[in-house]
């Protein structure tokens, strides 16, 4: 049987994959599952629940509703925030259980996704998931009377989280003087993400925040920077920062209009976090598929970079193993524990701006740090992916690749999860170079790793 859960969360097409039936039955099934051996303190367990502007998640946050309150479990429902907000939330509130957020993150607006948060404020580890699943739909004993959950309205929760962020940084509008330009992808930061880099003193251009439940990341927002490229020039703002759906990632565009990826967002912070004798161990964690480039800036920088697997969630994994304090991704989820549990592109936002603030140098100067080396990923198609490690001749073709490219290159092969394709990514000095190397790399998985 396949897994509901993927690598975050369920999602899928709403209505279809994620329909109210599921999102019913894996809130009633994580009721139960996340609450089980909860000390008897007397109070009811609680749940925070919120969502993107889909209007998909009208429909799922309420079967959701429904589902955590038929098992017994009060409600709170804060209605549009951001992932990074609800996991905050849950994380420092005393009352509350579990969180529960409907977002499909950066996918177009008819996709949805139901995602976990235990009390901690972390996503849910596989094993727990599983356990949700299995239970799911199964029967299981209801209460009754004063026994089931009472829902009520949370106004509050997107002023708090953004509070919180704007504590991030030192002081009393600590972002005077700068200009921002920010894109809020018609998502779930269209109330947060404005309000809190005004509340920090910064001179604020919005764009893509009239959410109309059809809108979320149509165009805009971090999947689609050109709008703000060409408003940040127009303003002539001093950077500009662009959230997906659910604002859990951040990129940025320097005053330009180049785009600053989370690579050199990751290598900005580091070196602010170092300044600042808050970079633990003097190490960040960052995923293999982060660019070679931010590997060789911050050795360069006496910094070592920790690898993992592709997902913010096995970044996560490790920091929380070795209390690292900074890791995240090109894509742009950047993870401070300090002040959060998750990727949080508001947070991240705040600290980039922070650092044009008291560094007085433009973040083109700022992110230069990364000389980002030309990349080529190559999909191979109708291959066995199960043998691409194993296989004596893709092997040697690696091997011959990496020993002309040295440390100027890098060849990184992964199989996909989902269907029977290979993808071979090459970095290098020049893009011919990468281009060659992926090409001749990629013939050989073609030729002998091809389905009989």
Same mark, same amino acid.
């Given at each position: 049987m396949a897994r509901i859960f993927g690598t975050d969360g369920v999602r899928g097409r709403a209505n279809v994959d994620v329909t109210a039936e599921l999102a019913l039955d894996l809130s009633v099934a994580a009721a139960h599952v996340l609450v089980e051996g909860r000390p008897d303190t007397g109070v009811r367990p609680r749940a925070l629940v919120a969502r993107d502007p889909r209007a998909s998640g009208e429909f799922l946050g309420a079967a959701v509703t429904a589902g955590l309150a038929s098992a017994g479990m009060d409600v709170f429902d804060a209605g549009v925030l951001p992932t990074p907000g609800l996991a905050h939330l849950v994380a420092t509130r005393d009352d509350v259980d579990l969180g529960v957020m409907l977002s499909a993150s950066h996918n177009p607006m008819p996709d949805n996704g139901i995602k976990f948060f235990d009390r901690f404020g972390h996503k849910l580890a596989d094993d727990v998931e599983d356990a949700i699943a299995e239970l799911a739909g199964k029967p299981w004993q209801r209460p009754v009377g004063a026994g089931v959950g009472r829902v009520r309205r949370d106004h509050g929760a997107a002023r708090a989280y953004a509070e919180h962020c704007v504590a @991030?940084?030192?002081? #009393?509008?600590?972002?005077?003087?700068?200009?921002?330009?920010?894109?809020?992808? /018609?998502?779930?930061?269209?109330?947060?993400?404005?309000?809190? *880099?005004?509340?920090?003193?910064? #001179?604020? &251009?919005?764009?893509?925040?009239?959410?109309? %439940?059809?809108?979320?990341? !149509?165009?805009?927002? @971090?999947?689609?920077?050109?709008?703000?490229?060409?408003?940040?020039?127009? /303003?002539?703002?001093?950077?500009?920062?662009?959230?997906?759906?659910?604002?859990?990632?951040?990129?940025?565009? !320097?005053?330009?209009?180049?785009?600053?990826?989370?690579?050199?967002?990751?290598?900005?912070?580091?070196?602010?976090?170092?300044?600042?004798?808050?970079? /633990?161990?003097?190490?960040?964690?960052?995923?293999?598929? @982060?660019?070679?480039?931010?590997?060789?800036?911050?050795?360069?920088?006496?910094?070592?970079?920790? #690898?993992?697997?592709?997902?913010?969630?096995?970044?996560?994994?490790?920091?929380?193993?070795?209390?690292?304090?900074?890791?995240?991704?090109?894509? %742009? &989820?950047?993870?401070?524990?300090?002040?959060?549990?998750?990727?949080?592109?508001?947070? #991240?936002?705040?600290? *980039?701006? &922070?650092?044009?603030?008291?560094?007085?140098?433009?973040?083109? !100067? *700022?992110?230069?740090?990364?000389?980002?080396?030309?990349?080529?990923?190559?999909?191979?198609?109708?291959?066995?992916?199960?043998?691409?490690?194993?296989? *004596?001749?893709?092997?040697v073709a690696v091997a011959e690749a990496e020993a002309e490219l040295g440390r100027s290159g890098r060849v990184l092969l992964r199989a996909s999860g989902t269907e029977p394709l290979v993808r071979v990514m090459v970095e290098a000095p020049d893009l011919p170079s990468a281009q060659r190397h992926a090409d001749a790399i990629a013939a050989v998985v073609a030729r002998e790793l091809a389905l009989v």
């Open positions: @991030s940084l030192p002081g #009393t509008m600590p972002l005077e003087g700068v200009r921002v330009v920010v894109d809020c992808a /018609h998502g779930a930061a269209s109330e947060a993400g404005p309000l809190a *880099l005004r509340a920090a003193g910064a #001179t604020v &251009h919005v764009i893509g925040a009239e959410p109309d %439940g059809l809108n979320i990341n !149509d165009g805009i927002g @971090s999947t689609h920077l050109a709008p703000l490229q060409a408003a940040v020039v127009a /303003h002539g703002a001093d950077l500009g920062v662009a959230f997906d759906g659910d604002a859990d990632r951040c990129l940025a565009v !320097d005053h330009t209009g180049a785009v600053v990826d989370g690579d050199q967002i990751l290598a900005v912070l580091a070196l602010a976090l170092r300044e600042a004798g808050r970079l /633990h161990e003097d190490t960040v964690v960052a995923t293999v598929m @982060s660019n070679l480039g931010l590997r060789l800036a911050l050795e360069g920088e006496g910094i070592r970079l920790v #690898t993992t697997a592709v997902g913010d969630r096995y970044v996560l994994e490790a920091m929380r193993q070795n209390g690292w304090s900074l890791g995240g991704e090109q894509s %742009g &989820h950047v993870v401070l524990p300090r002040w959060n549990t998750t990727g949080d592109g508001l947070l #991240t936002a705040l600290q *980039l701006a &922070h650092r044009v603030a008291t560094t007085g140098r433009s973040l083109a !100067d *700022l992110a230069g740090v990364v000389t980002r080396l030309p990349q080529v990923l190559v999909n191979v198609p109708g291959v066995d992916r199960s043998r691409v490690g194993s296989d *004596l001749s893709v092997g």
